[in-house]
């Protein structure tokens, strides 16, 4: 079955820097777009990147823009997400998401979320 399996987050002061990562199975890893999501409490989850299937294509949301990268690994079926220059106003569960055909149903799949929490 489709597993996405997120690591990395974690407690950081202002500032600092982390590196998401969201490593995938049970589907065709590399024909897919590959996104990274937030949500805070009471919020709706909010596209932060998003990464073409060869990686030539990546979309960023405007709050993260100059900030955040996200890159890929197809050999390894990960996804990366490194978070630099990190304000109090990223701090959220960030999840993973893929929209992927297996067995014939388009589905959406999300991991288990990892919390990233911006403080001083």
């Known amino acids: 079955q489709v597993q996405l399996v997120e690591s990395g987050g974690g407690l950081v002061q202002p500032g600092g820097s982390l590196r998401l990562s969201c490593a995938a199975s049970?589907?065709?890893?590399?024909?897919?777009?590959m996104n990274w999501f937030r949500q805070t409490p009471g919020d709706a989850r909010e596209l932060v990147a998003s990464?073409?299937?060869?990686?030539?294509?990546?979309n960023y949301a405007d709050a993260v823009k100059g900030r955040f990268t996200i890159s890929r690994d197809n050999a390894k079926n990960t996804v990366y997400l490194q978070m630099s220059s990190l304000k109090p106003e990223d701090t959220a569960v960030y999840y993973c998401?893929?929209?992927?055909?297996?067995?014939?149903?388009?589905?959406?799949?999300w991991g288990q979320g990892t919390q990233v929490t911006v403080s001083s």
């Open positions: 990464i073409s299937r060869s990686g030539g294509l990546k």
């Open positions: 049970g589907f065709t890893f590399s024909i897919y777009t």
């Open positions: 998401n893929v929209r992927a055909t297996v067995r014939g149903s388009s589905d959406d799949y």
